[in-house]
């Protein structure tokens, strides 16, 4: 017995000096809202690892037990450096990163859930570099609710549809005006399918619409008083197929669309209008994920993921500073105390690219790598 709690307390004591370490991305999307998800590479549509499966495809709830718990933590930092040694940090952030809780009654086909999370965020100080006259300082955070119904049809198959409301705050500096909002909300909608057409092979899809919220907050400098941002969130689509290639071994590969190209500026509106165009375009995220329980209750999953930015070289965007990347990760599971404990960590790989800005020409370099921690319960 004494061995037993010896092995457990040094399972805990790992995870927290992992946790020293750093995470989050460079666009404003907050992909890693669900630890167990993160470490492969959030190819989970087509599964149900906990309660946070609804942060990807809320019909999974469906294959829970009657009621689970999801709560998990993060740290973030992002740098992305200029030729010359110029560079902008995107500040560290420590928080509560996301909650979920699953109810499935037992003898029914009905099932809830409810979450929070983190969904978009950005910290990006140009300081003194080239680009600080173009977007000097861009602070957003944006935190997601959401409330879920499903239903399942059959034991294979279940359909979800659920309630999205968004709630932030916005700050901005584009180095002749300063601009702040808070307390802001806007809301959307979700949907998802997930089916098990044999017994190795799953399939699933979902949806989550756009939003648009509009900040309205104090300005100063060159535009003043009361003022108006609007900040459209994407829509986004992902579908995924997963095999179990043993009874312990699962493989998913998914794809995700966003459609980031509606989402035109960040005009500021108030005594007068400061035109901040952004030009994104849509992209396509590929992932690749594995998930191998190597003994009861406890897992290792591996990733990688073939990421899309929503700028291009041609209409670089210092704002966001979002490329086209590669990201690995890899996680683990454990059962501990009666509970579930996962740890994910990802390192995204942005190759050197040549920048033709404006504001600034030469060859920029992307560092970012990300660690999270979630804790789960089945009652």
Not at 331 to 356: C, R, W
């Amino acid at each position: 017995m004494l061995k037993h709690y010896s092995l457990q307390c040094l399972k805990v004591i790992i995870i927290c000096l992992m946790m020293n370490t750093w995470a989050h991305a460079s666009s404003f999307v907050n992909d890693d809202i669900s630890v167990s998800a993160m470490g492969q590479a959030n190819a989970v549509v087509a599964q149900s690892n906990d309660a946070s499966v609804m942060a990807h495809n809320p019909a999974g709830i469906a294959w829970l037990q009657p009621i689970e718990m999801t709560i998990g933590f993060s740290q973030s930092s992002d740098h992305v450096r200029l030729n010359g040694g110029l560079r902008s940090q995107q500040r560290a952030t420590s928080s509560l990163e996301h909650l979920y809780v699953a109810w499935v009654p037992r003898d029914s086909r009905i099932a809830f859930g409810v979450g929070y999370n983190r969904s978009h965020s950005l910290n990006r100080d140009w300081g003194q570099t080239a680009f600080a006259g173009q977007a000097k300082w861009t602070l957003l955070s944006m935190y997601h609710a959401n409330t879920d119904m499903v239903y399942a049809i059959q034991s294979n198959m279940a359909v979800a549809i659920g309630l999205d409301g968004y709630f932030g705050e916005l700050n901005l500096d584009t180095a002749t005006s300063q601009f702040q909002a808070k307390r802001q909300t806007s809301f959307g909608a979700h949907a998802g399918v997930r089916w098990e057409f044999t017994p190795h092979w799953n399939w699933g899809i979902s949806w989550r619409s756009a939003t648009t919220m509009s900040f309205d907050g104090k300005s100063a400098g060159a535009v003043t008083g009361n003022s108006r941002i609007k900040v459209r969130l994407p829509d986004q689509m992902q579908t995924g197929l997963a095999w179990d290639v043993l009874d312990n071994l699962r493989i998913e590969t998914d794809a995700l669309w966003r459609g980031f190209s509606a989402t035109e500026n960040l005009n500021l509106v108030g005594s007068s209008v400061e035109n901040i165009p952004l030009k994104l375009k849509n992209t396509w995220d590929v992932m690749l994920g594995l998930n191998w329980t190597w003994h009861e209750n406890n897992q290792l999953r591996f990733g990688y993921t073939r990421a899309q930015g929503n700028s291009t070289l041609a209409n670089y965007n210092p704002r966001l500073s979002d490329l086209d990347h590669h990201r690995i990760h890899v996680g683990l599971g454990m059962e501990i105390f009666n509970s579930h404990l996962d740890l994910a960590y990802t390192h995204s790989f942005y190759p050197q690219k040549q920048i033709n800005n404006t504001a600034f020409t030469g060859l920029m370099k992307n560092n970012h790598s990300a660690i999270a921690f979630s804790w789960s319960k089945k009652l």
